[in-house]
């Protein structure tokens, strides 16, 4: 089988995110995964509270997120995040369908942002960060047409802050999106395989 890596070392994932390691592994990239364990949602407060913009917030997330991971791994360790804007406020996950339902029916027949960094650790060192901005339009939807996208999709809509997933049917719910597809998917691909290649990312032979 044929991998790409950096001198056949597997680049580390520090995310949980299923959507993310089947972005990797349709890239070929040779990769493990290894989640941080951070308290993300009280530095996010923290964070806002001191003053932080979005951008950094977001930046500052997966800086800690590749740190925390790089301090038991040597080699590449790569941490992402990415954050829902919108009216000027960051939105978190809903608890529940019922908060879905309402996060959908504020987010109908408007603009929102996500706003996605990744950060690379090389050896404990911080040497790379990307940070991109994707907008999107929803349609105005029926009462009706929520209630089917939460009937079909209940999974997607309370593990996002947009209660939606673009590649799981929401599709659907949008007129028109501003950004690579690799960003609103929560890994900004082509920028990462660049960087990736300046250090020598080569064909390897696995199995």
């Not at 360790?77 to 504020?106: H, M, T, W, Y």
Request: with cysteine; charged share 20%.
């Amino acid at each position: 089988m044929i991998k790409w890596s950096l001198s056949g070392q597997p680049l580390i994932l520090a995310s949980a995110s299923p959507t993310r390691a089947r972005m990797l592994d349709a890239a070929k990239l040779l990769f493990e995964i290894v989640p941080a364990d951070i308290d993300e949602e009280g530095i996010k407060y923290s964070a806002l509270q001191n003053g932080f913009s979005f951008e950094d917030l977001v930046i500052f997330l997966a800086e800690l997120k590749a740190e925390a991971v790089s301090q038991q791994n040597i080699g590449y360790v790569l941490g992402c995040d990415q954050i829902l804007v919108f009216a000027k406020q960051l939105l978190s996950k809903p608890k529940n369908l019922a908060e879905a339902r309402a996060r959908l029916l504020a987010l109908q027949g408007r603009k929102h942002v996500l706003i996605t960094a990744c950060v690379l650790f090389h050896d404990q060192k911080r040497i790379w960060h990307h940070l991109s901005t994707s907008t999107l339009m929803m349609r105005t939807l029926s009462e009706a047409e929520i209630d089917n996208y939460i009937a079909g999709f209940p999974e997607a809509c309370v593990s996002t802050p947009g209660a939606y997933q673009v590649e799981m049917g929401g599709a659907h719910l949008f007129t028109d999106i501003t950004g690579s597809n690799y960003d609103i998917l929560g890994l900004p691909m082509l920028p990462l395989l660049a960087f990736l290649r300046e250090r020598g990312l080569t064909v390897t032979k696995t199995g």
